[in-house]
């Protein structure tokens, strides 16, 4: 589903992403941890085509994000760390016009926009304009918003940051319900113990640099996920 070749990303004299491979398989939920700073945010803005990336290469169901942006955009659904949303736009409009983007069918995006909506709470809310919401409430349209085309690959910056406990739930359900239909999740986060309870595969960057990934097991063994990502990170 996702394949980064090589992926290096240079700020002046500073390699900001290194020389970074890995792939992503449908039905697998693969988080991505490291310090601020380490080159998360830059490895998944390169892999949505926020950002022009210097050396590798990013396919996205075998489609070149730099040869086929708008077909590898098609595909995927991003979450920022801090969504931007319209702000003049009410909730109902900004989902709506998402949707138009994706080519969602009237009746398709009504279901989705009823059921998650509904399941975050927020259906009495969507009528306001986005402006008058508050951070959690703007994640939280920002999810559905994502879910609203169904996409085959869900890129997620810190997606838990600003969430209640409840909304967190939903989330993990949501997030794990997509991939057993055959969708991927690539994403970031800094809370070890969402990571080593929900994901499939783990990998950690530091530097820029790849220091380790692959399934749970292999990553920590016997150990917990923060016991090796510290040990990782004094080496």
């Known amino acids: 589903m996702l394949t980064i070749k090589n992926l290096t990303k240079i700020y002046g004299e500073k390699k900001a992403v ?3 491979s890995l792939h992503i398989a ?22 949505v085509g926020i950002l ?10 075998g489609k070149s994000v730099k040869e086929q942006p708008i077909a590898c955009k098609q595909e995927i659904a991003y979450i920022p760390d801090n969504p931007d949303l319209y702000e003049f ?8 016009f998402i949707a138009d983007i994706f080519g969602v069918s ?16 927020l259906t009495q809310d969507l ?9 959690g409430m703007k994640q939280k349209l920002a999810i559905i918003a994502a879910w609203i085309h169904q996409p085959k690959l869900i890129i997620m910056d810190e997606p838990f940051v600003g969430l209640d406990p409840k909304a967190s739930h939903l989330l993990k359900q949501m997030m794990r319900e ?12 800094h809370v070890l113990e969402v990571a080593e309870k929900l994901c499939d595969k783990v990998a950690i960057i530091k530097g820029g640099r790849l220091i380790r990934s692959g399934t749970m097991e292999e990553v920590k063994g016997d150990d917990s996920l923060e016991e090796v990502f510290l040990e990782l990170e004094a080496e």
Do not use: W
């Open 18 to 20: 290194d020389d970074l």
């Open 26 to 47: 449908p039905g697998e939920i693969y988080g991505f941890i490291g310090h601020n700073g380490a080159g998360k945010t830059t490895t998944l803005k390169s892999v």
């Open 52 to 61: 022009q990336f210097d050396e590798g290469e990013i396919l996205i169901d």
């Open 89 to 96: 736009m009410t909730g109902i409009k900004y989902l709506n």
């Open 106 to 121: 009237p009746a398709d995006r009504q279901e989705r926009i009823h059921k998650y909506a509904d399941l975050f709470e």
């Open 127 to 135: 009528a306001q304009p986005i402006a008058a919401y508050s951070h």
């Open 178 to 189: 997509t991939c057993d239909e055959g969708s991927a999740i690539f994403f970031s986060t």
